[in-house]
């Protein structure tokens, strides 16, 4: 007779009350260069506070040397600086979070970050190889441009790269930095802003000796370069189709990641922080029956089976920091106990405590199973969450490890000064 997931749960679950007790986990990633750490919400404290405890065993134990996260790469840049002592010495961790103005500001704006980052800088200055922080999303198209244009200005750039990157410019210039406007547009135009963004890039590659220094302005550069170019791609689908900007989203993460990897060279390793829905094998959910990928299937699909390691979280019930609509201010909503036989309902009927899973060639086939598993967003509405809020999936499949906090709370968001949408 199989045996049912509650029964492989009680069998193989480990209890965890501690951050010594996830030592097992740190010693499951072995050897791997690319550790992704998820979440089910973007606004509990526990899962960025694990995260980073996870992270700084990574970095001090294991030589993990790059934090990518679900982020614009201009606000995480301002991080990034700081952490490694380039910019303003007078400068505190809540000075340098106000660069991410963009809502959902508090997914990276919050006292959780603060602590961390705070930590990361400490680190930073007693170690010769220090950590980086880098936002690798796609949102970013005119603050990147603004960035190549300002650092191209401010320089002796090589051959025309500052006209084109001002021609590039010009042809976003009409739509007042509103994405939905060139999203419309677009649709009527040629590809005239296409063919500008993407000479940009080519050039500033051909040309990316002349940008190095020591403070990575040549990784800046081109990353910016590389977010409008995609950009643009991203919100010309954005209106034809959500699958097909999903995975322009994703897959430009995943190039973002291996730029950043690139740069640092082949034996660097990288944390990635992001929703269980970008580093969860995507294979491993319903989301393939509408041709969706994500990080989690493109970065296991380039790699080694042993250089990637995915570690999903989830809770049962508890408070989540979220907005009722796109653009509103955020508040504290209660997270209702998890629906009946869900994945994380089956977690904390096996006991009423944090708990995680290493899946394995033991366990592998006995979590290999759908189940339905709760992802909250950044627009929440609890009323209606068993309705819309659990993705079909196979657990062992989707990650390779999972952590269960039975009860979580809501962050604790900064007040951010001029947020932008």
Not at 283 to 300: E, I, K, P, S, Y
Request: charged share 25%.
């Amino acid at each position: 007779m199989e045996q049912s997931l509650e029964e492989a749960v009680k069998i193989h679950a480990r209890p965890f009350d501690s951050d010594e007790d996830l030592s097992p986990i740190i010693e499951a990633i072995g050897d791997a260069k690319i550790v992704m750490l998820g979440e089910a919400s973007h606004g509990t404290s526990e899962f960025y506070t694990v995260r980073a405890e996870l992270s700084k065993r990574l970095i001090q134990e294991k030589g993990f040397s790059i934090i990518a996260v679900e982020g614009d790469w201009p606000s995480a840049q301002q991080v990034n600086r700081y952490i490694k002592s380039y910019g303003d010495a007078k400068k505190t961790p809540h000075d340098v979070l106000q660069a991410f103005t963009r809502w959902p500001t508090w997914m990276w704006a919050n006292e959780e970050i603060v602590n961390f980052i705070g930590w990361l800088k400490k680190h930073n200055a007693q170690s010769a190889h220090k950590t980086g922080f880098y936002g690798i999303d796609i949102y970013s198209l005119w603050e990147s441009m603004d960035e190549v244009v300002h650092y191209l200005t401010h320089t002796n750039p090589a051959g025309g790269d500052l006209e084109l990157a001002k021609k590039a410019f010009s042809c976003f210039e009409p739509f007042n930095r509103e994405p939905e406007g060139y999203a419309i547009s677009s649709t009527n135009f040629s590809t005239v802003c296409i063919d500008e963004v993407t000479k940009l890039l080519s050039s500033i590659r051909a040309n990316e000796e002349h940008y190095r220094d020591e403070q990575e302005s040549d990784l800046n550069l081109e990353i910016n370069a590389l977010v409008t170019k995609n950009a643009e791609d991203y919100y010309r689908a954005m209106l034809k189709s959500g699958e097909i900007s999903w995975n322009i989203r994703d897959e430009h993460m995943v190039e973002a990641i291996n730029e950043v990897r690139d740069y640092h060279g082949k034996d660097a390793k990288i944390i990635i922080w992001e929703h269980n829905t970008h580093i969860g094998d995507a294979r491993a959910t319903d989301m393939r029956n509408d041709g969706m990928l994500n990080v989690g299937q493109v970065l296991r699909e380039q790699n080694r089976p042993e250089d990637v390691f995915a570690v999903g979280f989830g809770t049962y019930e508890g408070t989540v920091i979220a907005s009722e609509a796109w653009g509103v201010r955020y508040k504290v909503m209660d997270v209702p106990p998890a629906r009946l036989n869900s994945w994380e309902e089956i977690l904390h009927r096996t006991g009423a405590h944090n708990k995680y899973l290493i899946f394995d060639a033991n366990n592998f086939s006995l979590f290999d199973r759908w189940t339905g598993h709760r992802a909250i967003g950044v627009v929440y509405n609890p009323k209606y969450e068993a309705r819309g809020n659990y993705v079909p999936s196979r657990i062992s499949s989707r990650y390779d490890a999972f952590i269960f906090i039975d009860r979580t709370k809501a962050l604790t968001p900064l007040e951010v000064r001029n947020p932008i949408l």
